[in-house]
Nanobody
């Protein structure tokens, strides 16, 4: 069993920055593909970014150039640095872990509880 605990959400103005953290339990963090998803009110949950232990990363087109996913395998933690935030980035952000490609959410084995990010205009 892997537990994911997100932190770092909050309220920020347009153009501001936030960094989300997701701390995981267990000793097999490096085996997992880690991802960040988000869900805005009335919309489906969508992938924001994903990170493989080997260094490969993948981003949604809407966040490319603004968001950066990174991971520290020694701390069992994955981060999402969000810059140049826009009101449309407002959502609950979820950390996710899977042994297979989490770009398909059906492959997510574990979800965090979510953290709210609100970007004011």
């Amino acid at each position: 069993q892997v537990q994911l605990v997100e932190s770092g959400g909050g309220l920020v103005q347009t153009g501001g920055s936030l960094r989300l953290s997701c701390a995981t339990s267990g000793r097999t963090f490096s085996r997992y593909i880690m991802g960040w998803f988000r869900q805005a009110p009335g919309k489906k949950r969508e992938l924001v970014a994903a990170s493989w232990s080997g260094g490969f990363t993948s981003y949604a087109d809407s966040v490319k150039g603004r968001f950066t996913i990174s991971r520290d395998n020694s701390k069992n933690t994955v981060y999402l640095q969000m810059n140049s935030l826009k009101p449309e980035d407002t959502a609950v952000y979820y950390c996710a872990a899977g042994l297979r490609d989490v770009r398909d959410s059906d492959n997510v084995n574990y979800w965090g509880q979510g953290t709210q990010v609100t970007v004011s205009s």
